[in-house]
């Protein structure tokens, strides 16, 4: 029974534990495990656009993202899709010892596949879905590889949007500081 008059969501495949910000003029799809929220809006220009919950969409070369639960209310129309110029991964401190040493405190471009990878790796954020779906499509839109496996395609050269891994930085500052520096 559907206490709550929620129909799955048309994008529930394509959620990801990612925040949508504006810096600088470009739009930010950011995850990873800490600091990404506070630290984007403190280095934003516009007001947050999306939190924790980011479906990503593609229409031609371009990525579109809008906050998603996995599920909306029946006549709850769906947030606007903002056109994502930069998808990036904020690493924990062991995560980017592990990637880069000890002195590596810079933006890295890379390609979709290692952001796919670690956003994968997060938890399925679309909480709503399990109240709408069979525990069937739920255990699938919890498996990691079949997260990373979305992303891929949904990336896949060529698209408009670059991506990025932001290193773990020792204060919240610190990654503030290096956000507001890109353009």
Known sequence: ??????????????????????????VWAIGGPGGKS?????????????????????????????????????TAPASSPRKIDVVAYCMS????????????LQIHKVDNGIVGTMLGSS???GAAAEYVVSPAEWAQLNNSLRRVNKF???TAPPVNCEFLLIPFMPTEQDKTNLLSAMT
């Open 1 to 26: 029974m559907n206490l709550l008059n929620l129909v799955p969501s048309p994008t529930r495949d394509s959620v990801y534990y990612l925040d949508l910000f504006e810096i600088n003029k470009r």
């Open 38 to 74: 506070e630290a984007a809006r403190k280095a934003t220009d516009a007001q947050e656009l999306g939190r924790d919950s980011i479906a990503i969409t593609r229409v031609n070369n371009d990525l579109f993202g809008h906050q998603d639960f996995g599920a909306h209310g029946a």
């Open 93 to 104: 401190d062991e995560e980017t010892k592990k990637a880069f040493g000890l002195n590596s």
């Open 123 to 125: 938890i399925y954020p």
């Open 152 to 154: 891929l395609r949904l």
